[in-house]
């Protein structure tokens, strides 16, 4: 389970982790992950640093992008 530590960041860096993780193992680069998300890349970028608390509906876009349930971002 993720610990949430001083205002959350804890579990914001290690989503953003996990959300690299998975893009590289996919063998996207972060640009072609962002179209694919129809998220903007500098904000794929700040997720991936742990740098954004992501709403619902980016987690699912994320997910849907890399082919996983959204729980698979939280592992």
Known sequence: MFSMGKNGSEIKIRFGARVRELRVLS??????????CELDRSYVGSI???????????IVKI??????VPGE???
């Open 48 to 58: 991936e640093r742990g740098e954004r608390n992501v709403s619902l509906i980016n």
């Open 27 to 36: 063998d996207y680069s972060q640009e072609e992950f962002a179209d694919k």
């Open 73 to 75: 971002l939280f592992r």
């Open 63 to 68: 997910s849907r992008a890399l082919g996983v």
